[in-house]
């Protein structure tokens, strides 16, 4: 069942809005972002919140899906957290772990996603409990078509996590079952988000500046 609204942190630009002078930046990104939305230790402290959520509704083996590029680094902080977990019943959670590289496509008859692992691969998710990692729902498209596609293979049960949800007009209104904050219709980068690659190895959440877009184009 997808989360309450009320019940992610709302962050906006006006009221989350931290100064560079505030917070340690890498000098070879200082110029390419223009503010700090989410601090390192919110977001850490806010992954551990969700983790004790997604334990207390998990009673046995969960098979947790990547969704890579821009969400190892979430789903690391994630898997960290819920291995030190008990659920209600005062157990563990078993973890199997799996790494998805997703593409969406559309053709004239159809829309759809492509995805890394082969459908002999899938196969295995028939009768599991599968969580799938994001790091950040914009329109929803691309998620919606891979649920339907993981849909074929059978799970037991689908549920999914994205550390962001984008609150945007072109938004076709799907929200996961466990989000961390709600930002807004900015480019934002950091804490494994990229831009053409970049900026992963920042530890924030950070709004790309004009100069970063120039600096770091691809040509």
């Given at each position: 069942?997808p989360?309450?609204?009320?019940?992610?942190?709302?962050?906006?630009?006006?009221?989350n809005?931290?100064?560079?002078?505030h917070?340690?930046?890498?000098?070879?990104?200082?110029?390419?972002?223009?503010?700090?939305?989410?601090p390192?230790?919110v977001?850490?402290d806010?992954?551990?919140?969700?983790?004790?959520l997604?334990?207390?509704?998990?009673?046995?083996?969960?098979?947790v899906?990547?969704?890579?590029?821009?969400?190892?680094?979430?789903f690391?902080?994630?898997?960290?957290?819920?291995?030190?977990?008990?659920?209600?019943?005062?157990?563990?959670?078993?973890?199997?772990?799996?790494?998805?590289?997703?593409?969406?496509?559309?053709?004239?008859?159809?829309?759809?996603?492509?995805?890394?692992?082969?459908?002999?691969?899938?196969?295995?998710f028939?009768?599991?409990?599968?969580?799938?990692v994001?790091?950040?729902?914009?329109?929803?498209?691309?998620?919606?078509?891979?649920?339907?596609?993981?849909?074929?293979?059978?799970?037991?049960?689908i549920?999914?996590?994205?550390?962001?949800?984008?609150?945007?007009p072109?938004?076709?209104?799907?929200?996961?079952?466990?989000?961390?904050?709600?930002?807004?219709?900015?480019?934002?980068?950091?804490?494994?988000?990229?831009?053409?690659?970049?900026?992963?190895?920042l530890?924030?959440?950070?709004?790309?500046?004009?100069?970063?877009?120039?600096?770091?184009?691809?040509?």
């Amino acid at each position: 069942m997808p989360m309450d609204p009320k019940d992610w942190i709302d962050v906006t630009t006006e009221k989350n809005h931290y100064s560079l002078n505030h917070f340690v930046i890498p000098h070879h990104y200082e110029k390419d972002v223009s503010s700090i939305l989410i601090p390192h230790g919110v977001i850490m402290d806010r992954v551990n919140k969700l983790a004790r959520l997604i334990v207390a509704e998990t009673t046995g083996p969960l098979v947790v899906c990547c969704i890579l590029k821009g969400g190892h680094q979430y789903f690391a902080d994630l898997i960290n957290a819920v291995k030190k977990l008990t659920n209600k019943e005062g157990k563990t959670v078993p973890l199997s772990l799996e790494f998805l590289r997703v593409k969406s496509y559309k053709n004239d008859t159809s829309e759809g996603v492509t995805m890394s692992i082969t459908d002999e691969e899938c196969k295995d998710f028939k009768g599991k409990n599968l969580l799938i990692v994001e790091d950040i729902i914009d329109t929803g498209n691309t998620m919606v078509h891979l649920l339907k596609k993981l849909e074929t293979y059978q799970p037991k049960s689908i549920r999914v996590t994205s550390l962001l949800i984008k609150k945007t007009p072109k938004s076709n209104g799907y929200v996961p079952d466990y989000v961390g904050f709600s930002i807004p219709d900015e480019f934002v980068v950091g804490y494994a988000l990229d831009y053409n690659e970049y900026f992963r190895d920042l530890d924030h959440i950070c709004v790309i500046s004009e100069h970063g877009k120039k600096a770091y184009a691809i040509q």
